[in-house]
Structures are given as structure tokens and as C-alpha cells.
């Protein structure tokens, strides 16, 4: 099996782990789905693999996971696609991290309306099922997507403690692929 290649919306969220992984392939994605989807085919174009870790920060969507907490997505889909259109994309690796259930939105808030029908801890963030999606069109073996809660849904964007998720993320992931 390749190296995995680690996948980052910013450098920000990058930051941490490059400093304790200086060693491993690393790429700025960008936010949002449409940028994420790109360069992740542009990437993945140039630089065929078959290992893939997708890392950044999410909101989570109510108390049962903790601010600073890093979760592995195991369950992910696009939060805003009617039903007869919706895919769900699943991540069989198990990195011994709580399991989450991801929405993948365009806008902080969106996956709220759609947390009721979740039986694992739900997070959103704005890049996953578009990775994801990518991931399997090109034909990566293995995909992990990994996130760090860096504060709740519909919390005002002072409240977010992006650099406590930002520590966390890169202490567990390069503890996991070390």
C-alpha cells in the first residue's frame, strides 16, 4: 500500500501537523466542495494513490461530541441534496477514534435540519462527501476522513477555538500515520 496522502482544506489546519510530520505528503485542498473536489482530482491525477486522509475542522452538531474532540467520519453526504439524489459515502477504516456522522454543507447551520436522523455523533464541515466522492471516482483504495470539533453549530464564529482543533487534529493524526 502507498504512503497516505493527507489532504487539508488550509494550511492552517495543516500547520500543526506538518510541523510534527514534516516528512509526510501534504495538500491544500481549499474550502468548499467545488475547490476541494478540483484539486483533490488535479492531485490525484498527477499522483495516483491508493491512500487517502482527509483532515480539517468541523461544527459539531450537538453535545455528544466535545469541542477539541478529533473524530473519524465514517458516514458522510452532502446535507442539501433532495432524497432521490442524495449518496452516501462510508469509510470502512477504523483508526480507534469515536465514529461521526458527517453533512457536508456549503454554509455553517445547514446540517441541523437533518441531525434527528443520526445514530452516531454528528459533525458538518464543507469539504468530505465532495473528497470523498472523488476519492472513489479515481480509485482510491483507502479513504479516512478525520476532523477535530472546533466548536457547535450555530455557535458565532468568536466562540470557535479553531487552534485548540487545529493542536488536536495534528497531535492525533500524526500519532495514527506515524
Given amino acids: ?20 510530520m514534516p516528512e509526510a505528503e501534504v495538500v491544500i485542498i481549499g474550502v468548499g466542495m467545488a475547490e476541494a473536489a478540483a484539486m483533490t482530482a488535479r492531485y490525484l491525477s498527477l499522483k495516483p494513490t491508493s491512500d487517502v486522509v482527509l483532515c480539517g475542522i468541523a461544527g459539531a452538531c450537538d453535545e455528544r461530541l466535545a469541542v477539541g474532540q478529533v473524530v473519524e467520519v465514517v458516514y458522510d453526504r452532502i446535507a442539501s441534496l433532495p432524497e432521490q439524489y ?3 459515502y462510508r469509510s470502512e477504516r477504523g483508526t480507534g477514534l469515536e465514529s461521526a456522522e458527517s453533512f457536508t454543507v456549503n454554509a455553517s447551520g445547514e446540517a441541523l435540519r437533518y441531525v434527528a436522523e443520526c445514530g452516531l455523533p454528528a459533525v458538518e464541515q464543507m469539504e468530505g462527501a465532495a473528497v470523498a466522492a472523488m476519492c472513489e471516482a479515481m480509485g482510491v483504495e483507502h479513504f479516512c476522513h ?3 470539533i472546533s466548536n457547535r453549530v450555530g455557535d458565532s464564529r468568536d466562540k470557535w477555538r479553531v487552534e485548540e ?3 488536536a ?10
Avoid at 1 to 20: G, H, I, N, S
Fill in 165 to 167: 482543533a487545529v493542536a
Fill in 146 to 148: 478525520i476532523r477535530a
Fill in 86 to 88: 442524495a449518496k452516501e
Fill in 169 to 178: 487534529l495534528g497531535g492525533v493524526v500524526s500519532q495514527l500515520f506515524k
Fill in 1 to 20: 500500500m502507498d504512503k497516505p496522502v493527507f489532504l487539508f482544506p488550509t494550511e492552517a489546519e495543516a500547520a500543526v501537523f506538518r510541523q510534527l
